[in-house]
């Protein structure tokens, strides 16, 4: 069918998946960062697939000289996940963390492995399904949140659902005391282990340097 014959936003839509490679199976909207430490940057694919068409880059994360203990990692949009791989979309750079002049970005629409993406949550519980009121399976012993910075460093994403991710942390790269401070029940995501514990987290902040206010 010729792409005059449809409607505008059905046109931008099919244009949008041929630009990206098949639908996303979970529609996401929420912020994340890029956990990337080569230099060359994590490439971002027109499919959800490893083989996929390179589209473009984005910029490992960085330690600002004033700051040697901040991570400052590029911000984007998730739009959607396939198979452990992320549709994102708006990636930025944030000099005014870096303190240098913005990196170049790609910041069009493509597909990233939820491998190099991680979350900040601000709940205080995570939990076995993506629903509030489901059990909860990841908490910490002393009822703190989840957004520690710690925890964005040793956090990457599996799935996503709305506004809720389901995360996966490696809890051996965790500081002592928050490690002994993680508390896990039993019945957590298909995969979950006392190692690499995993659970879905909402109340998902994309302000690196301080919390979402609100939200």
């Given at each position: 069918?010729?792409?005059?014959?449809?409607?505008?936003r059905?046109?931008?839509?099919?244009?949008?998946?041929?630009?990206?490679?098949?639908?996303?199976a979970?529609?996401c909207?929420?912020?994340?960062?890029?956990?990337?430490?080569?230099?060359a940057?994590?490439?971002?694919?027109?499919?959800?697939?490893?083989?996929?068409?390179?589209?473009?880059?984005?910029?490992?994360?960085?330690?600002?000289?004033?700051?040697?203990?901040?991570?400052?990692?590029?911000?984007?949009?998730?739009?959607?996940?396939?198979?452990?791989?992320?549709?994102?979309?708006?990636?930025?750079?944030?000099?005014?963390l870096?303190?240098?002049?913005a990196?170049?970005v790609?910041?069009?629409?493509?597909?990233?492995?939820?491998?190099?993406?991680?979350?900040?949550?601000?709940?205080?519980?995570?939990?076995?399904?993506?629903?509030?009121?489901?059990?909860?399976?990841?908490?910490?012993?002393?009822?703190g949140g989840?957004?520690?910075?710690?925890?964005v460093?040793?956090?990457?994403?599996?799935?996503?659902?709305?506004?809720?991710a389901?995360?996966?942390?490696?809890?051996?790269?965790?500081?002592?005391?928050l490690r002994?401070?993680?508390?896990?029940s039993?019945?957590?995501?298909?995969?979950?282990?006392?190692a690499?514990?995993?659970?879905?987290v909402?109340?998902?902040?994309?302000?690196?340097?301080?919390?979402?206010?609100?939200?």
């Open positions: 069918m010729p792409i005059r014959s449809l409607s505008r059905t046109a931008a839509l099919l244009l949008a998946t041929s630009t990206v490679g098949a639908a996303a979970d529609d909207r929420f912020g994340a960062f890029v956990q990337e430490d080569d230099p940057g994590l490439n971002v694919r027109a499919t959800p697939s490893p083989s996929g068409r390179v589209l473009g880059t984005l910029p490992r994360s960085v330690r600002p000289a004033d700051n040697p203990d901040f991570i400052v990692r590029i911000e984007l949009d998730v739009l959607g996940q396939d198979g452990g791989w992320f549709h994102v979309r708006h990636a930025r750079d944030n000099p005014a870096t303190s240098r002049p990196r170049p790609f910041s069009g629409d493509g597909w990233v492995s939820g491998r190099k993406l991680t979350v900040k949550s601000q709940a205080t519980r995570g939990h076995a399904s993506p629903d509030a009121a489901s059990p909860t399976v990841l908490a910490l012993r002393d009822g989840l957004d520690n910075d710690a925890f460093a040793v956090t990457h994403l599996l799935g996503c659902h709305g506004k809720w389901l995360i996966e942390l490696d809890a051996s790269r965790l500081p002592a005391d002994s401070n993680l508390k896990l039993p019945g957590g995501p298909p995969g979950a282990t006392p690499h514990p995993r659970a879905w909402d109340r998902l902040c994309s302000v690196q340097e301080t919390s979402c206010d609100g939200q």
